[in-house]
Every structure is written in C-alpha cells, then in structure tokens.
Nanobody, 119 residues
C-alpha cells in the first residue's frame, strides 16, 4: 500500500508564504511524476503544479511566478513553496503520484492538507 503524507498547510494572511511537503516511498520517487492538486467545496480537483522524476516542472497559469514545485528524491519528499498567497489560493491541497504505462495509469493520492489565505 502506497502512502503519501502531506504536511505544511495552515492559515496565512494574503501576501504570505507557506511550504507544503509530501513524503512517500522510495520506489514512487524513483520514477513517478509527482504533483500538487487543489480542491474547493463543490469544485473539481485541479492541477496546481507537477514535476517529473527528472525534475521538469509544469504550473497552472494561476500560480506561475508565485509557486515553486520541487522534489528531493533522496529524501523521498516533494515540496510546494507558495509565495504571494491570495484568498483564491484557499483550498485543500493534495499530493499526487502518477506513472503512465503504455495501456494503464498507476496513481496515488495523499489525504490532503488545508490551506486558508485570509486576513
């Protein structure tokens, strides 16, 4: 059973910063693409940022220039540095690991961590 564990969420004022972390097993960090998704009540879960096992990052336009995704494969931990936070960033943030096979996708999710941006 693969377990992804997020941490680092909390309450922050607009303009502030938070760093989320996601820890997981070695074999996941060796070859899976990792990502952060976020979800608000009644809405679908949307991709915030992703990073391949080789370190190529991709961001949603809404967070470009403010968020930075990174991974330390040796520590089997992924990070999301969130700066210049806005109330619109308020959501539950989920860690994701994905490996695409020729005819299948292997995917795992963390349980989520809440981020609230409010004054």
């Amino acid at each position: 059973q693969v377990r992804l564990v997020e941490s680092g969420g909390g309450l922050v004022q607009p303009g502030g910063s938070l760093r989320l972390s996601c820890a997981g097993p070695t074999h996941i960090f060796r070859s899976y693409t990792m990502g952060w998704y976020r979800q608000t009540p009644g809405k679908q879960r949307d991709l915030v940022a992703s990073i391949t096992s080789g370190g190529l990052a991709n961001y949603d336009d809404s967070v470009k220039g403010r968020f930075t995704i990174s991974r330390d494969n040796a520590k089997t931990t992924m990070y999301l540095q969130m700066n210049s936070l806005k109330p619109a960033d308020t959501a539950d943030y989920y860690c994701n690991a994905r490996f695409v096979y020729p005819s299948d996708v292997d995917e795992y999710w963390g349980e989520g961590t809440q981020v609230t941006v409010s004054s």
